[in-house]
T-cell receptor
Framework: NAGVMQNPRHLVRRRGQEARLRCSPM?????VYWYRQLPEEGLKFMVY????????ESGMPKERFSAEFPKEGPSILRIQQVVRGDSAAYFC???????????FGPGTRLTVL | TQLLEQSPQFLSIQEGENLTVYCNSS?????LQWYRQEPGEGPVLLVT?????EVKKLKRLTFQFGDARKDSSLHITAAQPGDTGLYLC?????????????FGEGTQLTVNP
């Protein structure tokens, strides 16, 4: 399966803990996007990255959230000191360099207790 | 802020019927994508439309991009229970940096056998 991979699929954290979400883009894709889907809401853009660069983070909360896409390895979305309001499905998408067709992973469902 | 409004929000029909889902905005998009999402999974890309007035067909699904690139429609002919799912439209804005997508709230389609 050469699709976008995300892990873990489900993540449970207690308030104040850290959550790390991983995303491996499709082979040949150098652009990665993170979106959040809150219960009963639509998908909202969070951040757009290319290798070692954050291109657009205008959808990211100013505090506690960070993202990276290192030269080697998966993209990481990191949420520090999680709160109950962070409970959501987090989706990663990737696209090839030339055409903006975004292919989504299966998502990570974060539950904060 | 670019917004995409989808209608109807919910649609329940009998197998064999035809249906149309609409995606409207006051903003112009450089491209628009349609996705289908199953519960617990990520959105699956169905089609990308780029040119105003463009029509694309995917078996029983017909996608149209408005002439002004502000709206789009998805028409399904002879719907089948397997078409059941959440249909999402997503636009790539002209003015936003990078290639972030703005999603509509979705149309939940149920096709009854």
């Amino acid at each position: 399966n050469a699709g976008v991979m995300q892990n873990p699929r489900h993540l449970v954290r207690r308030r104040g803990q850290e959550a790390r979400l991983r995303c491996s883009p499709m082979k040949g894709h150098s652009h990665v996007y993170w979106y959040r889907q809150l219960p009963e809401e639509g998908l909202k853009f969070m951040v757009y990255l290319q290798k070692e660069n954050i291109i657009d983070e205008s959808g990211m909360p100013k505090e506690r959230f960070s993202a990276e896409f290192p030269k080697e390895g998966p993209s990481i979305l990191r949420i520090q000191q999680v709160v109950r309001g962070d409970s959501a499905a987090y989706f990663c998408a990737s696209s090839p360099p030339v055409i903006n067709e975004q292919f989504f992973g299966p998502g990570t469902r974060l539950t904060v207790l | 802020t670019q917004l995409l409004e989808q209608s109807p929000q919910f649609l329940s029909i009998q197998e064999g019927e035809n249906l149309t889902v609409y995606c409207n905005s006051s903003s112009v998009f450089s491209s628009l994508q349609w996705y289908r999402q199953e519960p617990g999974e990520g959105p699956v890309l169905l089609v990308t439309v780029v040119t105003g007035g463009e029509v694309k067909k995917l078996k029983r699904l017909t996608f149209q991009f408005g002439d002004a690139r502000k709206d789009s429609s998805l028409h399904i002919t002879a719907a089948q229970p397997g078409d059941t799912g959440l249909y999402l439209c997503a636009g790539e804005g002209l003015e936003t940096s990078g290639s972030r997508l703005t999603f509509g709230e979705g149309t939940q389609l149920t096709v009854n056998p």
